[in-house]
């Protein structure tokens, strides 16, 4: 059975920087691309940052870039998220993605990834 869980979240402050943390069991992480989602209140689940299989090939929203890290830790089969310059719109829940094939296919059609429950992320000014 394949399961993501996420751990990082909190209540930080604009401009303050946070971790999340996703950790996949249940399937081999090397050939599973591992991604971010975040919900904000009242708004659809949005694509954040991705890091593909296979390679270090990494996608990031516009709205994240520059601000936000996205990488892998094949030994720990562990993906991150590190975000910085945090701002109020980052607030949201932070779900981790998995998919076994391409980051497009994972942005493409969400209803087939792998999902964890979520991490909360507030950001106050």
């Known amino acids: 059975q394949v399961k993501l869980v996420e751990s990082g979240g909190g209540t930080v402050y604009v401009g303050d920087s946070l971790r999340l943390s996703c950790v996949l069991s249940?399937?081999?992480?090397?050939?599973?691309?591992m991604g971010w989602y975040r919900q904000a209140p009242g708004k659809d689940r949005e694509f954040v940052a991705a890091?593909?299989?296979?390679?270090?090939?990494?996608y990031y929203s516009d709205s994240v870039k520059g601000r936000f890290t996205v990488a892998r830790d094949e030994t720990q089969s562990t993906v991150y998220l590190q975000m910085n310059s945090l701002k109020s719109d980052d607030t949201g829940i932070y779900y981790c993605?998995?998919?076994?094939?391409?980051?497009?296919?994972?942005?493409?059609?969400?209803?087939?990834?792998?999902w964890g429950q979520g991490t909360q992320v507030t950001v106050s000014s």
């Open positions: 249940g399937h081999t992480f090397s050939g599973t691309s």
């Open positions: 890091a593909a299989r296979w390679s270090d090939q990494t």
């Open positions: 993605a998995g998919r076994r094939g391409l980051v497009e296919t994972m942005r493409s059609s969400p209803s087939l990834n792998y």
